[in-house]
């Protein structure tokens, strides 16, 4: 597989599920990023992570807890999400993350539903 | 701080019309600026980009110049298809924060 990848694609859960969303990238990337696309408003950055590191958060809610294993993979952790949280999360990578000329290649996001 | 402004949508054209969508942008120092698309039901796809004033970029016959003067980054098309309908975000990065700053999208409707 070439670029980045997201599992799964759609994903329905309750407030008081656990679930995981998953981000592989495979262009040898140093940095990858979460933001959360709602309907009607801009795309939110969420989190950060350079070379396995986290260097931001944009004040997300403790229930998203992010982990970074390596530079390849990136994780999104779910738990007692709310109705408000149901959204298109959106996984990029680019090779540095800090440079004006980098740039970000996306995902084609994960489609998350609360109940 | 950093800011990218667009023309509000839906923008709706026959095909084979002219396209233009505007992106205007509030930045300190010497952004980077790139046009993203979203088609439906997809993430986004990198679509073109530029790195310094006056710099054009191009793809798939959609260009975007880089205008200091007027801080603004149109994007433009010769002839649309109805394949090109789609959201496209323009977004700046300006390096010092690391952030990449989203306008709030356009959505583009070409009827056949």
């Known amino acids: 597989e070439t670029g980045v990848t997201q599992t799964p694609r759609h994903l329905v859960m309750g407030m008081t599920n656990k679930k995981s969303l998953k981000c592989e990238q495979h262009?040898?990337?140093?940095?990858m990023y979460w933001y959360k696309q709602s309907a009607k408003k801009p795309l939110e950055l969420m989190f950060v992570y350079s070379l396995e590191e986290r260097v931001e958060n944009n004040s997300v809610p403790s229930r998203f807890s992010p982990e970074c294993p390596n530079s390849s993979h990136l994780f999104l952790h779910l738990h007692t999400l709310q109705p408000e949280d149901s959204a298109l999360y959106l996984c990029?990578?680019?090779?540095?993350?800090?440079?004006?000329?980098?740039?970000?290649?996306f995902g084609p996001g994960t489609r998350l539903t609360v109940l | 701080g950093n800011s990218v402004t667009q023309m509000e949508g839906p923008v709706t054209l026959s095909e084979e019309a002219f396209l233009t969508i505007n992106c205007t942008y509030t930045a300190t120092g010497y952004p980077s600026l790139f046009w993203y698309v979203q088609y439906p039901g997809e993430g986004l796809q990198l679509l073109l980009k530029a790195t310094k004033a006056d710099d054009k970029g191009s793809n798939k016959g959609f260009e975007a110049t880089y205008r200091k003067e007027t801080t603004s980054f149109h994007l433009e098309k010769g002839s649309v298809q109805v394949s090109d309908s789609a959201v496209y975000f323009c977004a700046l990065h300006s390096g010092n924060t690391g952030k990449l700053i989203f306008g709030q999208g356009t959505t583009l409707q070409v009827k056949p």
């Open positions: 262009l040898g990337h140093n940095a």
């Open positions: 990029a990578s680019s090779q540095e993350g800090g440079t004006r000329t980098d740039t970000q290649y």
